[in-house]
Structure formats: structure tokens, C-alpha cells
């Protein structure tokens, strides 16, 4: 979702109606790609020059992963929003279907005609009601001014969407699983390849993007790609929006140019509460490695930034802890939320988050043993990479870079039993709260 709708419709009443929306723009690519006829070929072309990554934590070039649809192949195709957001930390997605649905429908309704789909799917986290509410009533204007249908504005291009609430799973975030349970199965990842775009919902080729990442497209193509591109960096082109939380005066949504520093963006949030020290953030969610407060300073915000600091961008939630977060208490929650949400198909993952989480909550009560952090590292090491999904590595991570930036605190809890920053422990649970808020 680019700058000129986030601005422009805060300024009315309802910002998340058609009105608002038609009133900043909104429409005016999707009419021109009918009335043009304007070729596929020229959209992805667009959307490559502007280095659209993915927004839901992969960073996955979106014109190339619309370039692998076969979409002059037979049969029918689909678009499938991941509207999911269960990853602590992150609510974004949210905002984006309270505040602005159309820019999201708009820019699913591009995605169909570019890989040939006539069918779309939102798929929304089953906590998410009143997002779901509003994007259905977007879905009614659209289809009232007609956006979408049979027929487009007398066009011959057909398109339809429709929206499906989700039960709440973290693992139906991961595509496949989310595949899954769209057509009605339990949620788990399928084995790759075959890839979603030779072989996806209802085994017919499929292409999944991020509710951030549609809902830039419309911006985009009514701009062009080098507007977009510059509004960033090389390889990171654009804006992106930063979920905010933890010890922050102000935590939000922030969106910001790619490539800006994260003391701005701290700043913007208002800085650390209480005027505590900066101790360590988790850049992109609970599944990524935490990065040391100090080497955050000098980071910007952007894929490549971020992945030289040693942890990953993701969707964007940043998570902030001052020097009372009790940094063993909060991997114990992270880790019992990914043995919790394990889906339980894979060994390692179904059987080592149980691990994880069972020594870490036994280091954190006083009961460690000194050979704990090196059989923790070694376990991750085990599960990760082995998996057929990411929840390995989300849960294997965070553990592995904890130990490695603050094993100082792990073993004093070893030593000890109790915690190195006394009284405040409780601070880390409330940490972690406020990010998966």
C-alpha cells in the first residue's frame, strides 16, 4: 500500500470506502489495463523495474513470481491472497483490510488479468472480523460499480473474488497449508515441487502474494515501476510498512521508503519507553534471529541491510526490548508458541519445538543444566533445513541467535537459578504480548 492512498484517506471520515478510495485514484489502473487492453507481458515488466518484493516475509521478486504463471495454458487459474498474519508481532495486513480494501481488490483484480485467473480468493485470519467485514462490504461496492464480474466495463475480461476466513491456524499462513485448507482440508504443507504455479488450488496453477504486495500494485502501475523503484532503494524499491511494538512510546504502523534507518523509524515510534537503553530487537517478526540493540542502530531498513546484520526483514514487525526484558523468559514464549503451532507432520519440527520449548522453560524456572544451551543449539541445527516447511527454521532461529547474542543470560539463569535482570523478567512476556497484538 504506497503513500499517496495511506495519506490522502486519513483525511476522511471513512477511508475505507469506495468514495475515499475513487476520490485519491483508486480504479484508474485497473480502467486503463481494460480499456488498453494493456499486454501482460508490459505489467510484470512494470512491477520488475519497480523491485516489488514480496511483503509477507519472503521477499520473493513479485514480477517474476507472476512471470511463472503459464496463464496462456488451458483451464482455470487463480490469485489467492495470504490475508493470514499470524506471525507475532506483525498487523499490518489488518490495517490494510480495515482502512483500505479497494487498493487490495484493485490490485488482486491486476494479478488475475496479468496470469490469466478469472477467480480470486482472500484468505483472512479467523480472528480477523472486522477486517472481514470491511472487505466484504469493499467487495459489495466493487462489484455494484463494476470493477468486478462478468464482463468488466465491457471489456470480455472476467473476474471475481471472493473472501474466506481461516480458523485461526498459524500454519495455514505458510501457501501450501493455506491451499490446503481453502479447499477444505486440514491445514499442512504440501511437498515442492510441484510449485503453487503449476499446481495449486484445486490443482490448477495458482499464484499466491501478500496483502501488502497486491495492494502496492495498483500504485504502481498508475505511476509507473521507476516512480516506485526510486521511492526506495536498489533492490528494495518502494515503501514498506513497519509494524511497531513492545517497549515503544508509540507503536503502530509505520510506513516508510525502503533503505531508511532504523533510528528514524525508532524515533518515529516515538523511541524506547521510559528512555530505557535499547537492548535487542527482532526485525521481522518472532520467527526471525534477534539482532544485539547496538548493531540495530546502524542497520537500515531494507532485505539486504537487514540480512547483513544477520536476521531477515520478514513482514516487518519490529519487535523492541529495553535492558529489562529477561531475554531467556521471552524464547521460552516464542518458543512454546512454535511448539504449540507446530502442524505436527514433520518429526524434526514435531518433535524438536517440543524439546525447545521444554529445556528453555526449564532454564527459565531455575532447573538448567550446563550442558542445556549446547544441546538447545544442537537441536536447532537438527530441525532446521530438515523440514517441509519454514516453521522449522522459525522456531530453530530465534533460539540459535538468542544463546549466540546473550548466552551471558542464559547461563547466569544455569548458575544461579534466577534471572540476571531481577524483578523486570516480567517485562519479557509483556514484550512479546504487545507484539503479537
Known amino acids: 500500500m504506497a503513500n499517496e492512498i495511506c495519506f490522502n484517506t486519513m483525511h476522511l471520515e471513512k477511508p475505507w470506502t469506495l468514495e475515499s478510495y475513487l476520490s485519491v485514484g483508486g480504479y484508474q489502473a485497473w480502467k486503463k489495463i481494460l480499456a488498453e487492453k494493456t499486454p501482460p507481458e508490459e505489467i510484470i515488466a512494470e512491477l520488475k523495474t519497480s523491485a516489488l518484493r514480496g511483503r509477507g516475509g519472503a521477499g520473493f521478486p513479485t514480477g517474476l513470481k507472476w512471470s ?29 483490510l480495515r482502512y483500505n480494501p479497494h487498493a487490495l481488490i484493485e490490485g488482486m483484480a491486476i494479478a488475475g488479468y496479468t496470469i490469466g485467473a478469472t477467480v480470486g480468493y482472500n484468505y483472512m485470519r479467523g480472528e480477523f472480523w472486522e477486517p472481514y467485514d470491511r472487505f466484504e462490504g469493499a467487495l459489495e461496492e466493487a462489484r455494484r460499480a463494476g470493477f468486478l464480474g462478468k464482463n468488466i466495463m465491457g471489456s470480455g475480461v472476467d473476474f471475481e473474488l471472493h473472501s474466506h476466513l481461516g480458523a485461526g491456524a498459524y500454519i495455514c499462513g505458510e501457501e501450501t497449508a493455506l491451499l490446503e485448507s481453502l479447499e477444505g482440508k486440514k491445514g499442512q504443507p504440501r511437498f515442492k515441487p510441484p510449485f503453487p504455479a503449476s499446481y495449486g488450488l484445486y490443482g490448477r496453477p495458482t499464484t499466491i502474494n501478500n496483502t501488502e504486495t497486491l495492494a502496492s500494485v495498483p500504485l504502481i502501475l498508475k505511476n509507473g515501476g521507476r516512480w516506485f523503484l526510486e521511492l526506495g532503494k536498489p533492490n528494495n524499491g518502494g515503501t514498506k510498512i513497519f509494524s511497531v511494538s513492545g517497549h515503544v512510546n508509540k507503536p503502530g504502523n509505520y510506513e516508510v521508503a525502503m533503505g531508511t534507518p532504523f533510528s528514524r523509524l525508532l524515533e518515529m515510534a516515538g523511541g524506547v519507553s521510559g528512555g530505557r537503553k535499547l537492548k535487542a530487537v527482532i526485525p521481522g517478526g518472532s520467527s526471525v534471529p534477534v539482532v544485539p540493540g547496538d548493531v540495530m542502530m546502524g542497520v537500515t531498513m531494507d532485505y539486504d541491510s537487514i540480512a547483513k546484520a544477520g536476521s531477515m526483514l520478514g513482514a516487518g514487525s519490529v519487535i523492541i526490548m529495553d535492558d529489562t526484558t529477561c531475554m531467556v523468559r521471552l524464547l521460552a514464549r516464542i518458543a512454546h508458541f512454535y511448539y504449540e503451532e507446530s502442524c505436527g507432520q514433520c518429526t ?3 518433535e524438536g519445538t517440543g524439546w525447545l520449548s521444554r529445556v528453555i522453560h526449564r532454564i527459565e524456572h531455575g532447573q538448567g543444566k550446563q550442558d542445556d544451551l549446547d544441546m538447545l543449539v544442537d537441536v536447532s541445527n537438527k530441525i532446521q533445513g530438515r523440514t517441509i516447511c519454514a516453521l522449522g527454521d522459525a522456531a530453530a532461529l530465534p533460539v ?11 547461563q547466569y539463569h544455569i548458575d544461579h537459578r534466577q534471572c540476571m535482570v531481577g524483578h523486570h523478567a516480567g517485562h519479557a512476556s509483556a514484550t512479546l504480548r504487545a507484539g503479537a497484538a
Do not use: A
Not at 504463471?69 to 506471525?87: A, F, L
Not at 540459535?400 to 542464559?410: D, V
Open 348 to 350: 524434526p519440527c514435531r
Open 400 to 410: 540459535i541467535s538468542f544463546i549466540k547474542h546473550f548466552r551471558e543470560e542464559f
Open 68 to 96: 511463472f504463471m503459464p496463464r496462456n495454458s488451458p483451464g482455470q487459474k487463480y490469485i489467492v491472497c495470504n490475508s493470514d498474519e499470524g506471525e507475532p508481532g506483525t498487523f499490518k495486513d489488518r490495517d490494510i
